[in-house]
């Protein structure tokens, strides 16, 4: 039987791009599918077909047991959407938005009251509640937003990059809401950056880049994929990265060369993809110091799922806030760079 969210063979184009390219998905009941994805890579488009805003040129799509191209209007009251962009009345108070969501649901009044002031209580709004929503910080709105998404549970939940601009308190905020509902029985489909939100959150992660989905797994299915641990080294000058990442190289797992070691060179980091645990480390150490390198820190750890991104997709995943500040990670190396390397 499929799933909550089940979709087979889905194409959207606009124009030349093709920002589905056969596109299949099965979320089964009570699960969270998280969807990661570059910038681009049709993530949002999909929501938008799953939630009946756009039709697809192709494929199929069921969600909560409803044909989504035949019965859209029946499928929109199974479902609740929380869109990238906030979608929420300037001129009403962040009270008066809820309310009014729990009216458009035909809740009671007093049902509907109650429900946004635990929404506004939970979202930490309750002191701007009474003010309108035009005078609300980007990630008060996103909040109000996200309030609204939850005011009535439905069967079946679509988030696009829902915590994307929060701080990490309001962050944590909608996780704890978010697990509440799915132990309650809510099917989400998640779209993120945050690669550790999918971690928390997503019993199945599906990557998407250009329109596919390119992978698909637990997290840890996708991390075993990406080979073993990983080695991290800081060295003390800036001076001894050279030597250090000849040292490290010999280590690599493909043993191909330089291209497996990547450097962060502004942190005087690199780090190299190993098998070999503990006793490898010890090595490493040993023919670092023969070489004249000084280490500041070293460890061993699991690949994250940050690493599998760039392993698959060949880039970071970005975040505007950190590529600001210029903190953004060091640019990875495509699956196909590493093959023309192996060959
Ligand atoms: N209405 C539209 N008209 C033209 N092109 C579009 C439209 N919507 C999306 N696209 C294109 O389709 C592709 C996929 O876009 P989509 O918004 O689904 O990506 P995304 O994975 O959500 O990206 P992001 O992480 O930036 O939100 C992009 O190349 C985008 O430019
Ligand atoms: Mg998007």
């Known amino acids: 039987m499929p799933g909550a969210i089940y979709a087979e063979g889905l194409v959207k184009t606009f124009g030349d791009v093709r920002a589905l390219d056969g596109v299949d998905l099965d979320v089964p009941e009570g699960t969270v599918l998280g969807l990661l994805g570059p910038n681009g890579a049709g993530k949002t488009t999909a929501v938008r077909v799953l939630t009946t805003l756009i039709r697809p040129d192709s494929g199929r799509a069921v969600v909560a047991g409803v044909d989504v191209l035949k019965h859209p209007n029946e499928v929109r009251r199974s479902i609740g959407l929380s869109g990238q962009f906030a979608a929420v009345d300037e001129y009403l108070t962040g009270r008066e938005n809820l309310q009014m969501v729990g009216q458009l649901y035909q809740m009671k009044a007093k049902a509907a009251k109650e429900r946004a002031g635990e929404l506004l209580d939970r979202f930490h709004l309750s002191d701007a509640a009474d003010r309108t929503a035009k005078t609300y910080s980007g990630g008060m709105r996103r909040r109000l937003d996200l309030a609204a998404a939850l005011v009535v549970a439905p069967p079946v939940m679509f988030m696009d990059e829902p915590t994307t601009g929060l701080d990490p308190r309001n962050r944590q905020a909608l996780w704890d809401v978010i697990k509440e509902l799915v132990a309650g029985g809510t099917t989400l489909l998640l779209t993120t950056q945050y690669l550790e939100e ?33 080695v991290e080294v800081v060295v003390q000058q800036p001076e001894m990265i050279a030597g250090a990442r000849d040292v490290l190289a010999r280590y690599g797992v493909e043993g191909t060369g330089h291209g497996d070691v990547s450097v962060e060179n502004h942190i005087r980091k690199l780090t ?11 090595e490493v150490i040993r023919d670092l110091d023969a070489v004249g390198v000084g280490i500041d820190d070293i460890g061993l750890r699991r690949p994250t799922l940050d690493d599998v991104f760039i392993y698959l997709t060949g880039h970071a995943a970005e975040r505007e806030e950190e590529e600001e500040n210029g903190a953004a990670g060091a640019p990875g190396k495509s699956r196909k760079d590493r093959k023309e390397k192996a060959s």
Not at 272 to 282: D, N, R
């Open 198 to 230: 999918a971690d928390h959150l997503a019993h199945d992660i599906c990557v998407v880049d250009h329109g596919k989905v390119i992978a698909r797994g637990t997290a840890d299915q996708l991390k075993a994929q990406t080979g073993g641990e990983r």
């Open 272 to 282: 190299v993809p190993v098998t070999g645990g503990a006793k490898l480390l010890a």
